[in-house]
């Protein structure tokens, strides 16, 4: 007990004399309309006691990174209430941090998600979905809330595309996040391309699917992937394109 309050009487003068640079850093940072941690009751019934004075402190990364360790160990552990009260914690202490976000929701949209669809302990099998239901929705809430706090990072607009196309399989959603993602700076080549192949598996929108393909199909050979031909041949039949103005086999010789 006395260690404890020495401890949290070290952090709060160590906070103390950080105050005024703190204060400056905050000020910039409102400036150039970036969103920072709020330190009131929300934080504090979020994190914990020492973890709010430890954030107080200027602690928040080493407490985050404590955290994120117990996280993975609760993941071993497959006790998947801690996991998602520690990611809470991690992500509300570093609100600018992808990876926290991502592996969060990969947490429970993937791994425990799976773990309560497949939970042998579980005889019914709609209480199982439902279930799995629940933690994809506290994955998809995890994602919301880190585009929410970083607009212009394109990884977690990326995962949010794959939640929609491999959980939910909604093509239509899941072309959006990657077409979003695509814009954005410092975005990976092929996120066009993905969204694209979901347009193309999205129901009414196979015109404007098959238009990027085929536009994406006469930037050259880099791009006339596997997945691209076949989407592109199934649009040609399904929307009748003339055979003259279909694209040629590779084996085909003029």
């Not at 410092?186 to 098959?210: I, M, P």
């Amino acid at each position: 007990m006395i260690r404890s309050l020495i401890l949290l009487f070290s952090l709060l003068l160590f906070g103390a004399a950080k105050l005024p640079g703190e204060h400056s850093i905050c000020m910039s940072h409102q400036q150039l309309n970036i969103r920072t941690v709020r330190f009131d009751l929300g934080l504090r019934e979020q994190v914990g006691q020492v973890g709010f004075i430890a954030a107080l402190s200027g602690f928040r990364s080493l407490v985050a990174d404590l955290l994120f360790i117990q996280a993975h160990v609760a993941w071993e552990r497959t006790e998947w209430g801690r996991v998602f009260l520690l990611f809470r914690q991690v992500t509300t202490l570093q609100p600018h941090a992808i990876l926290f976000w991502d592996m969060a929701a990969w947490h429970m949209a993937w791994n425990a998600g799976t773990a309560a669809l497949n939970d042998s302990s579980q005889p019914r099998l709609a209480l199982r979905i439902k279930a799995q239901r629940d933690y994809l929705t506290l994955g998809k809430d995890f994602l919301e809330r880190g585009i929410k706090n970083n607009p212009e990072r394109p990884q977690l607009y990326e995962a949010m595309a794959r939640l929609y196309r491999d959980k939910y399989h909604d093509h239509e959603r899941a072309a959006e996040y990657f077409e979003k993602a695509a814009s954005l700076p410092g975005a990976s080549d092929y996120l066009k391309r993905f969204a694209a192949y979901e347009l193309a598996q999205s129901a009414g929108c196979e015109n404007e699917a098959y238009d990027r393909l085929r536009m994406l199909y006469e930037l050259g050979e880099s791009e006339r992937l596997p997945t691209l031909i076949r989407l592109l041949r199934e649009l040609e039949i399904k929307l009748s394109v003339p055979i003259e103005k279909r694209i040629r086999d590779p084996d085909d010789r003029l």
